[in-house]
């Protein structure tokens, strides 16, 4: 055998009780697991002591934004060091294939503010267009693995570009060939962003129609739907009805209840949901342990000002009477970019800049810059987008902690960082969201026991996944591991300091290989593409 971890408390993922075993490891899987009195203790060319650590399947997140960042950082150390052995990308709709070349440039300068990958960013070099040319770049080695998820708002922009109009049949018909090329090449689902351009732009029927696709392959629907605000509960139902019209499983991304209009309303949520899967509704969700969000500013505009792209948003900015439009939109009708809800610019702060003359602003919210300036916060937020050409990323501080522990113990649940690595002060759920979940609300309050919280960020992911070797601690699967110490994992990233990395982690393996080894980072990029697995 290759490695024999000694002594170690074992959390299998499933949320059974723990227990106490040594586990082998051997061409990259788990070759044994001998409990106490199994007979004589396995050997192996390697031993770890894990006496007083938990040993657990690697944690998948299932909600990340390391699209370019797991091309750019072969030590990717904000996940890494979590225990993460499995992002998902392609999310909220805007993600890097499938693309053409005017494609490509509008998408880089779309979201750079999530991803870096700007116009004038040389630091990845794009050169795959189709949904399996990206997978086989991610296949010559990166740091953690990862599966991808068509971003229905690029295929959008691909077939239909930027107008604000229904899709003609020939455009549909586009559109679901793209959908159902990626999934032939590999990706495990759909996603969607329904308060980003030019996704929004899609009626239920046009999404229905790329939902049906989606369930002939297996695969689920991923929406970021089109309110997490004012009428957030209608939101979550018609995505519970389009996907129920196209027979196809669906996952909520983020799945929170923010604004003061939904405080203490995560019942009625998970009502609704429970309501659904009685009926027998395929859904999951995914949530961070954290209450504000995290987006770009340019995100909060309404729709009608992003139509055309980018560049037709910023020409939009410097028209005083557009400008003045997209004022009266945010702070007194509620923009469908800000959720319906009229912007409250204390709440707003900005994480990150893309123009380093413009760092005076991180950390500060709207409102603050703007009383340092003595001006009205529409003044500052508009200058700010035309100035960092809308690449600055924002904290929203519109979240509720009551509404965050419900939904987290729902059946369904699933953990997901939603993680921007980009900005001088980015979300601290990035480099944190997993230790907190073993840490801060496991250990510290109680909200689910550590086993129950493992299997959240393990088993259930790896179910919707459908990966059949995957997020159990079982004889025959991939040895992506994690040992923790129960009583001192927690998340080192904070507000002030978000890349601080987490403590109580000391070993992280993927495919039995140590990419943190003792708390320290290797060289090893075991980390590949995980495919669609159809269903048995």
């Known amino acids: 055998m290759d490695l024999v971890i000694r ?90 294939a499938p693309v053409d070349d005017r494609t490509l440039d509008a998408v880089r300068q779309a979201i750079t503010g999530w991803n870096g990958g700007g116009p004038s960013d040389t630091s990845v070099d ?135 209009v939904n405080k203490g309303k995560a019942p009625d949520l998970l009502a609704l949901l429970d309501k659904a899967l009685d009926e027998g509704a395929d859904i999951s969700l995914d949530t961070y342990p954290y209450t504000p969000g995290c987006t770009t500013l340019v995100a909060v505009l309404p729709s009608w000002a992003g139509e055309g792209g980018p560049d ?58 703007a009383r340092a300036r003595g001006e009205a916060p529409w003044a500052t937020a508009r200058r700010l987008l035309i100035e960092d050409g809308l690449g600055s990323t924002i904290l929203q501080h519109v979240g509720h902690e009551e509404n965050v522990r419900a939904i987290m113990r729902h059946r369904v649940h699933t953990g997901g960082s939603d993680g921007i690595l980009q900005g001088a002060k980015p979300h601290p759920r990035a480099y944190g969201t997993f230790p907190h979940y073993l840490g801060r609300y496991a250990r510290e309050l109680g909200i689910l026991s550590l086993e129950e919280t493992v299997a959240h960020l393990t088993s259930r992911p790896a179910a919707r996944l459908r990966l059949p070797d995957r997020g159990l601690i079982r004889e025959g699967y991939r040895a992506d591991l994690v040992l923790f110490d129960p009583e001192t994992v927690a998340a080192g990233s904070t507000f002030e300091e978000p890349r601080t990395l987490p403590t109580g982690i000391p070993h992280v393996l993927i495919d039995g290989r140590f990419v943190i080894e003792d708390g320290v980072r290797t060289d090893v990029l075991a980390g590949r593409s995980v495919r669609r697995t159809p269903r048995a």
């Open 312 to 369: 037709a948003v910023l020409a939009r900015l410097r028209d005083e009477a557009a400008a003045e439009r997209i004022r009266h939109h945010l702070e007194e009708i509620g923009s469908d970019g800000c959720h319906g809800v009229p912007i409250e610019w204390d709440t707003i702060e900005i994480s990150g800049v893309t123009d380093p003359a413009l760092a005076s602003h991180v950390g500060r919210t709207i409102e603050q810059t």
């Open 7 to 96: 002594d170690a408390r074992v959390i299998d993922g499933s949320g059974a009780p723990s227990y106490r075993a040594d586990v082998t490891v051997d061409d990259g899987r788990i070759a044994a697991i001998h409990r106490e009195g199994d007979g004589p203790r396995p050997a192996a060319a390697r031993t770890v002591d894990a006496a007083g650590l938990a040993l657990s399947p690697g944690f998948i997140d299932m909600h990340a934004h390391s699209d370019l960042a797991l091309l750019r950082d072969p030590a990717h150390e904000a996940k890494a060091a979590q225990g993460v052995t499995l992002e998902v990308l392609g999310q909220d709709g805007l993600s890097y």
């Open 126 to 260: 794009f050169d795959w267009r189709t949904v399996g040319e990206y997978l086989d770049r991610l296949d010559r080695g990166v740091a953690v693995n990862a599966a991808y998820l068509i971003p229905q708002g690029t295929v959008r922009m691909y077939a239909v570009g930027w107008d604000d109009r229904p899709a003609t049949g020939a455009e549909l018909d586009h559109m679901k060939r793209l959908v159902a090329e990626g999934l032939e090449q590999g990706a495990v689902g759909m996603s969607s962003g329904l308060t980003y351009t030019p996704g929004m732009y899609a009626k239920d029927a046009e999404l229905t129609e790329l939902c049906r696709v989606v369930a002939r392959y297996d695969g689920y629907y991923c929406p970021h739907h089109r309110s997490y605000g004012a009428g957030a509960l209608q939101a979550y139902e018609e995505m519970v009805e389009v996907t129920r019209d196209a027979g196809c499983a669906l996952h909520l991304a983020h799945a929170t209840m923010n604004f003061g």
